[in-house]
């Protein structure tokens, strides 16, 4: 059965930072370039960052470059998005994906919220 769990979301104030993690199970993680993407209330699914399957080569949003950064771990079936510098506009649910020519899988999604 294909998993993807999202986990390191909460509150934070605002310059500060958090780290999520996306754990995955049920295919071949490796082969898969992965990605998370966020969904602010009332706003549509957008793309945040992106990683290549062997993690050589990553990409990001204009308005997280610099702040945010991607990064996965093929033997622990896990990827990361380091978020710093944080601003209440980055409040959202953060979903990842796992993509290939064949497939794409989504997470649930997990609440990060920046406020004072």
């Known amino acids: 059965q294909v998993q993807l769990v999202e986990s390191g979301g909460g509150l934070v104030q605002p310059g500060g930072s958090l780290r999520l993690s996306c754990a995955a199970s049920?295919?071949?993680?490796?082969?898969?370039?992965m990605s998370w993407y966020r969904q602010a209330p009332g706003k549509e699914r957008e793309l945040v960052a992106v990683i290549t399957s062997a993690g050589a080569s990553t990409s990001y949003s204009d308005s997280v470059k610099g702040r945010f950064t991607i990064s996965r771990d093929n033997f622990k079936n896990t990827m990361y998005l380091q978020m710093n510098s944080l601003k209440p506009e980055d409040t959202a649910v953060y979903y990842c994906?796992?993509?290939?020519?064949?497939?794409?899988?989504w997470g649930q999604g997990t609440q990060v919220t920046v406020s004072s």
């Open positions: 049920g295919f071949t993680f490796s082969i898969y370039a």
């Open positions: 994906k796992a993509h290939n020519r064949v497939n794409t899988y």
